[in-house]
Nanobody, 124 residues
Framework: QVQLVESGGGSVQAGGSLRLSCAASGFSYSSACMGWFRQVPGKEREGVAVLYPGGGYTYYADSVKGRVTISKDNAMRTLYLQMNSLKPEDTAMYYC?????????????????WGQGTQVTVSS
């Protein structure tokens, strides 16, 4: 059974930091594209960061570039998203996603598996 379980969300003031975690199980984690997405009510889900299989290549949305780092621990089967210098516009539900086959992308429909989400709220 595939599971993606996010944690680490919370409420912080602008300029603060959070580290999101995503514990993965039930699929070929080391060979999957792993990504973080976020969604605000009434808006489409958008890609935040993607980590290619092998961990050697990452891709970030322009809105978070320089403030966010995606990484993973294969032994722990855990994906991370370190977020620094948070802004109120970063407020959203953050989702972990995995894609086992195909090229990595920022298109949510390309991903096979999703977590339940963790809320991040940044106050000004």
């Amino acid at each position: 059974q595939v599971q993606l379980v996010e944690s680490g969300g919370g409420s912080v003031q602008a300029g603060g930091s959070l580290r999101l975690s995503c514990a993965a199980s039930g699929f070929s984690y080391s060979s999957a594209c792993m990504g973080w997405f976020r969604q605000v009510p009434g808006k489409e889900r958008e890609g935040v960061a993607v980590l290619y299989p092998g961990g050697g290549y990452t891709y970030y949305a322009d809105s978070v570039k320089g403030r966010v780092t995606i990484s993973k621990d294969n032994a722990m089967r855990t994906l991370y998203l370190q977020m620094n210098s948070l802004k109120p516009e970063d407020t959203a539900m953050y989702y972990c996603a995995a894609r086992e086959l195909g090229a990595c992308s920022f298109r949510p429909n390309d991903y096979n598996y999703w977590g339940q989400g963790t809320q991040v709220t940044v106050s000004s």
